[in-house]
């Protein structure tokens, strides 16, 4: 299971580096500013990775504590 668990979390991680997360409009006003756009992009990971870890530990947590199923 554990080995699921990180093939998952790769694919995840994975998928997502590619992505720019930044819309038209945010695009647009970065595009004037000298390194703004890298340093936008920085802060989106950094606002999102506390949600993901509480989330990922949520859900790890649940099924390490699950009781096993009684046959």
């Known amino acids: 299971m554990k080995l699921q668990v990180l093939r998952l979390v790769g694919c ?5 580096m590619p992505a720019a997360a930044q819309c038209a409009m945010c695009r647009t006003a970065l595009a004037a ?19 993901f870890v509480l989330f ?3 859900f790890v947590l649940i099924f390490t504590r699950r009781g096993k199923p009684e046959e």
Do not use: R, Y
């Open 12 to 16: 995840i991680v994975a998928g997502g």
């Open 33 to 51: 500013q000298h390194g703004g756009a890298d340093v936008f992009n920085k802060a989106i990971l950094v606002l999102i990775l506390p949600a």
């Open 56 to 58: 990922s530990g949520t």
